[in-house]
Structure formats: structure tokens, C-alpha cells
């Protein structure tokens, strides 16, 4: 047994305060971290209780995009009014994830947290797992890897980010508030997670102790012309095979701008950059998207 400590801060400075060494974690809703702890994979000696610091609100932004705060849980944002009306695409990401349980306690910072459910990952009785002990290798290369990467995989890693939110707050480009023992910081999230490359075990760009606190919404006209989609193995309640995020700033009928964000597929939302380009410019009327 792993002796284990537990704090509940009121406030983000004594949060990020407590937070300093690596075997310190910040606890949201604690629907994946708990599994993970009770499982062996994650080995926390200290928990910081973040769900009393005030991050639980939805507001207008300055620039009339929309904040939203880490600690609001999944259900709360995917049935908030601002979200349905401006962020359709957000909202349906929401709700294709997870059970209703699940999404009752899960908050929006921790879904960005959330780490694969790479089999070999998930269940300590495999020895080879680079993410989980570095330098050991990836039992799924030869493997059961049917719902693993098959875009910016390495030879250390093919696993995948499981998030449906995190495909659309790409597709949307959201930015990530941080605020960590060094100050404050924004981290867009098509730059928050990362691919495995030769250090699998980092999912994301933070830095230990550093904490979300929420994330932004711009307000363009993509916000409204756009779509989720999700392919999986049963209709609810599974990971994604893969998902499509589309987001389409148009004129009229005409595509301006486009973002086009897979999901299932790689370590990372993937952004379809050729993919979104080609869409510029074409009237939705005429274009061939078998082309694009
Ligand atoms: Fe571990 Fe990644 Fe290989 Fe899965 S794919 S076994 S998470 S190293």
C-alpha cells in the first residue's frame, strides 16, 4: 500500500502552491485517475483536491467567445444553453463520450488529462509498456492494436488520445488556460497534446504542477457550421474507431475557412491541414468531397 495524503485548497494560488513535485496530482472528478490508481498505473503520494476553487463557471469572454472553466463537469457543458446555441459542435462531442454517470463527474480539465485505454497501458500484468514504464517496449506493435494510431504513431508508441472534447476544441481553436508556479500561460490546443515520438510517457505539453484553469471559445461563424461524428464499436458507451470534427467558416454557401479534426487516430487530435485547405473557397454546393 502507498501511504497517500489529500488536500482541498479554496483557492487556485494555494492549489498551484501545493502542487510542486511529481508525485503530487490534482484531483477534478477523478474518473480516470482513480481507475488508474486503483489499477497501479498512476502511484500518487499527495492529492490536491481541485473542485473548490471557483472553476466551475461558464461566462461570456471579452472577445464574445465563451469560457469555460476546468472544473465544470462534462454534463454541465454539454447541456449549458451558450454551449447548444454557439458551440453545437462541443456539445455533441460532449455527449458522445462516456455514460451519464461518467459525464456527471468528469470535468472538462480532466477530460484534457485523460489517458489512453491502451489495453497493455491500462493492465500492470503487461510488462512491456513504454508510457507506463519507459524503456521497456510497446507490447502493442505485435499486439492487439486494432483501435490503435494509424497517423504519427513511433516505434515507442501506437496508442491514442480517447477524448471526444479534445477533437472538438481542436476543431474550434479553443485555448488552454494554465496557471502554474511560473505564472500564467495559454497553450492552443492543437498544441496541448502531443505525438508519442521517443517519450510516449508526456501526453501533453503542460508541466508538472501546472493547473488548468479553463479554456476559451473564440466566436467565428464556424462555431454554428459544424459537426461531430463518431464511429465506434457499439453505439454508446466505447471509444472512438474514429471521429470527425468539422468546423466551416462560410460565406453564404461558400467555404472561407475550414478545420477538419480527426479523432481516434494518432496521440492526438488530428488536424487534417490539407484536408481543411482544400475546402477553401468551394460552394458547398459544388464540392466533390470525395476529393478532399
Ligand atoms: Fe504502451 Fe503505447 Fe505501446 Fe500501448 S501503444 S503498449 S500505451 S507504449
Redesign the pocket.
Known amino acids: 500500500m502507498i501511504p497517500l495524503t489529500y488536500s482541498r485548497p479554496s483557492d487556485i494560488r494555494a492549489a498551484v502552491a501545493a502542487g510542486g513535485d511529481e508525485n503530487t496530482y490534482f484531483i477534478g472528478g477523478g474518473t480516470n485517475l482513480i481507475d488508474l490508481m486503483k489499477a497501479g498505473v498512476e502511484k500518487p503520494t499527495r492529492l490536491v483536491d481541485v473542485n473548490h476553487l471557483g472553476l466551475d463557471k461558464i461566462e461570456a469572454a471579452k472577445d464574445g467567445g465563451l469560457r469555460i472553466g476546468a472544473g465544470v463537469r462534462n454534463t454541465d457543458a454539454a447541456n449549458h444553453p451558450a454551449v447548444r446555441k454557439d458551440y453545437p459542435l462541443l456539445s455533441q462531442a460532449f455527449l458522445a463520450g462516456a455514460s451519464a454517470q461518467l459525464r456527471n463527474m468528469a470535468t472538462v480539465g480532466g477530460n484534457l488529462l485523460q489517458r489512453?485505454r491502451?489495453d497493455?497501458?491500462v493492465d500492470t500484468g503487461?510488462d512491456?509498456?513504454?508510457?507506463?514504464k519507459p524503456g521497456s517496449g510497446?507490447?502493442?506493435?505485435k499486439g492487439w492494436?486494432r483501435t490503435?494510431a494509424i497517423l504519427g504513431a513511433s516505434e515507442?508508441?501506437?496508442?491514442v488520445n480517447p477524448s471526444d472534447m479534445n477533437v472538438a476544441l481542436v476543431a474550434l481553436d479553443a485555448v488552454i488556460n494554465v496557471q502554474g508556479p511560473n505564472g500564467d500561460r495559454q497553450i492552443h490546443a492543437s498544441d496541448f497534446h502531443r505525438l508519442?515520438g521517443d517519450h510516449?510517457e508526456i501526453d501533453t505539453t503542460l508541466k508538472h504542477g501546472e493547473l488548468i484553469t479553463s479554456v476559451d471559445l473564440p466566436k467565428t461563424s464556424a462555431t454554428q457550421n459544424a459537426c461531430y461524428l463518431k464511429l465506434r464499436e457499439r453505439n454508446s458507451y466505447a471509444f472512438a474507431l474514429v471521429s470527425v470534427a468539422v468546423a466551416l467558416n462560410l460565406s453564404g454557401r461558400t467555404v472561407q475557412s475550414g478545420r477538419i479534426v480527426i479523432g481516434g487516430v494518432a496521440h492526438k487530435p488530428w488536424f487534417a491541414e490539407d484536408a481543411s485547405n482544400a475546402l477553401n473557397g468551394k460552394s458547398l454546393e459544388n464540392v466533390d468531397f470525395a476529393d478532399v
Open positions: 489512453t491502451c497493455y497501458f503487461f512491456h509498456c513504454n508510457k507506463r510497446c507490447a502493442a506493435l492494436n490503435h515507442h508508441c501506437v496508442a508519442p510516449p
